[in-house]
């Protein structure tokens, strides 16, 4: 892992590049890095990305250009320049346009090179070992992102959005990863330590002149302060639920007695055969996920294991997790099978309603192309006590399954997210909003009960301590490898 100062770690001896069949040379500190930055596979074209002081160097070293007047070093930044990559034999490997950004106009604020070759992957890989022979070294994830932080391209949160930018599937998550990348949220949070350093600046003064006993810090304007700031903060903290339902999806619980249609179901939620279908009870033994986009919202449906009396201790337990995953859900789609209304109506409605409180339960009368129309009523009838939303389906014939997604949807109850919202859907961001609303509340806290200038500095600047970790004002490397190293090689 590189340190804080933008050093890469040395590498002593040449390895092989597992999957491409590329050789890693020796690095030094500080050095150019180079990566394909096209998903893994063949396709049209390929991207190869350097980037570092040496990088127009060592492509100079193997491209040809098409016009031999030309000269790479020599080139403007922004152009994009047709030749040939060849080897040391002078045998061209490929037919290439190569792009030249200067530093520090650039992605990563150094020179870059992108090179476009066709999507061979030996074309790929043979570039690539090329252009590590001229001493350049193999990027590691994310590298080429971290580094346009260290240099000043972006603040950590930005950072962070180019991966959910790449991630994105839907037009919410799309459009939630842009706001963030482009710097409303870390303006917010700049905002707030801005004004909050202007006031910790006077109480510190304070100290200065503690046997004065004087006040530079207005505690009125500070109490009012530290009011907005609290709102602010928490306003954010909330919009965790639906920024995290966005980019992970809605948790939907399918649950219910044993052979009620729950695989049925999410086999068709999910168009595939994802879980197993069988007359025999108690198949299902464990929760089966997959992710679905419905009306561009995106469901994380989960398809459990029967509730129903059992003495198999392994049954037992996904009936356990059963009810673990009804409490993570958002939304529960309760299926009963209308052929055969269990006798134990009662003790099931007591299970799930202990475990779904709070929240959105539909609901789902299965196999209604089963019984006869009269007998929709008795079956209303025996689940009086239920008073959410109710549906009639038949999940193997298709049978009202489209008026299935339209209440799925509307259940969700998303905000449709607008260019310049602030939406937090990052555990990290969330987690250091928790804590820097804690120190403003003590500071809150502090101004009612009369603290001292000295206790209020400590909580003003924990709370600033907080927001800059978000932003990155305050990182170390630890966290620096845990938020770069998920990111694709090329990135």
């Known amino acids: 892992m590189k340190n804080s100062n933008n050093n890469i770690s040395n590498k002593t001896n040449p390895v092989p590049l597992q999957g491409l069949g590329v050789t890693i040379s020796p690095l030094g500190v500080g050095?150019?890095?180079?990566?394909?930055?096209?998903?893994?596979?063949?396709?049209?074209?390929?991207?190869?990305?350097?980037?570092?002081?040496?990088?127009?160097?060592?492509?100079?070293?193997?491209?040809?250009?098409?016009?031999?007047?030309?000269?790479l070093t020599e080139q403007e930044a922004n152009t994009v320049i047709h030749g040939n990559i060849i080897d040391t034999k002078n045998e061209i490997i490929d037919d290439v346009l190569v792009t030249i950004f200067r530093a520090p106009h650039s992605y990563t604020g150094e020179d870059i090179i992108e090179i476009s070759c066709h999507g061979s992957v030996y074309i790929q890989k043979k570039i690539l070992q090329l252009i590590i022979n001229q001493g350049c070294s193999l990027a590691e994830p994310g590298e080429f992102t971290q580094r346009a932080f260290l240099n000043g391209?972006?603040?950590?949160?930005?950072?962070?959005?180019?991966?959910?930018?790449?991630?994105?599937?839907?037009?919410?998550?799309?459009?939630?990863?842009m706001n963030q990348m482009r710097g409303g949220f870390s303006d917010e949070l700049d905002r707030l330590r801005s004004r909050l350093l202007d006031f910790v600046s006077l109480v510190e003064l304070e100290l200065d002149f503690s046997e004065e006993d004087v006040e530079f810090a207005d505690r009125t304007q500070l109490k009012d302060l530290s009011a907005e700031i609290e709102d602010v903060i928490t306003k954010l903290s909330n919009s965790f639920n639906i920024g995290n339902?966005?980019?992970?999806?809605?948790?939907?619980?399918l649950v219910g007695e044993t052979n009620v249609g729950k695989s049925t179901l999410l086999n068709f939620l999910l168009n595939e055969d994802k879980a197993i279908v069988s007359e025999i009870h108690g198949t299902t033994r464990d929760s089966i996920e997959d992710l679905v986009s419905l009306g561009g919202i995106t469901f994380r449906f989960i398809d459990t294991a029967g509730i129903r009396n059992t003495k198999d201790k392994i049954e037992s337990m996904g009936i356990e997790r059963t009810y673990q995953k009804i409490e993570q859900a958002s939304i529960v789609l309760w299926i009963v099978d209308c052929t055969q209304i269990s006798e134990h109506i009662e003790w099931l409605t007591d299970r799930i309603a202990k475990r779904a409180e709070g929240k959105?339960?539909?609901?789902?009368?299965?196999k209604i192309d089963k019984i006869l129309e009269e007998e929709k009523e008795v079956l209303s009838q025996l689940f009086d006590q239920f008073e959410g939303e109710r549906l009639y389906i038949s999940a193997k014939n298709r049978i009202n399954t489209g008026e299935l997604e339209k209440v799925l949807i509307k259940a969700a109850q998303l905000p449709e997210i607008q260019p310049g919202d602030i939406v937090v859907n990052n555990i990290r961001h969330y987690e250091a909003l928790q804590k820097a609303l804690t120190a403003i509340r003590n500071v809150s806290e502090g101004l009612e009960s009369g603290l001292t200038g000295d206790f209020l500095s400590q909580d003003i600047r924990e709370c600033m301590h907080f927001l800059g970790e978000i932003t990155g004002q305050i990182s170390n490397n630890e966290i620096l490898g845990n938020i770069f190293g998920k990111f694709c090689i090329g990135k």
């Open 153 to 177: 391209k972006m603040d950590l949160s930005q950072a962070e959005a180019v991966a959910d930018l790449i991630a994105s599937d839907t037009a919410a998550s799309h459009r939630m990863a």
């Open 360 to 366: 959105k339960v539909i609901l789902i009368f299965n």
């Open 31 to 71: 050095g150019t890095i180079a990566a394909i930055s096209t998903a893994p596979g063949t396709g049209g074209i390929a991207v190869i990305r350097i980037s570092g002081a040496e990088a127009i160097k060592y492509c100079n070293a193997i491209f040809q250009p098409s016009n031999k007047a030309i000269q």
């Open 245 to 253: 339902a966005i980019k992970k999806g809605i948790p939907v619980a």
